[in-house]
């Protein structure tokens, strides 16, 4: 019974930057890892990033690795990714996610969010 709510999209110019912000709530039944994911129309769901609870540990898709930064700053149920030198491709719907340990399977989160539009313009 975790809450999860996103929130920082928006349009944002190729090579700018924008921060996603995500907060669970509720009953969370001790520590949580948490993650991101991101959705493009057609295209399956990817992972992103995703980071222990204790912040010491961290993963990147290759495909964002050295532009984002996830981060857990001060309460542990809270997420940022931060994201810069925004690419188009980057566009999608980002979803973050909790669960008990963090990997790249989409499977190994129980929470999820609704999800938040990220639109990168040329």
């Known amino acids: 019974q975790v809450q999860v709510v996103e929130s920082g999209g928006g349009l944002v110019q190729a090579g700018g930057s924008l921060r996603l912000s995500c907060a669970a709530s509720g009953r969370t039944g001790g520590t949580f890892a948490m993650g991101w994911f991101r959705q493009a129309p057609g295209k399956a769901r990817e992972f992103v990033a995703h980071?222990?609870?204790?912040?010491?540990?961290?993963r990147y898709a290759d495909s964002v690795k050295g532009r984002f930064i996830i981060s857990r700053e001060g309460a542990k149920n809270t997420v940022f990714l931060q994201m810069n030198s925004l690419k188009p491709e980057d566009t999608a719907v980002y979803y973050c996610a909790a669960g008990q340990i963090a990997t790249m399977s989409p499977s190994s989160f129980d929470s999820w969010g609704q999800g938040t539009q990220v639109t990168v313009s040329s």
């Open positions: 980071i222990s609870w204790s912040g010491d540990s961290t």
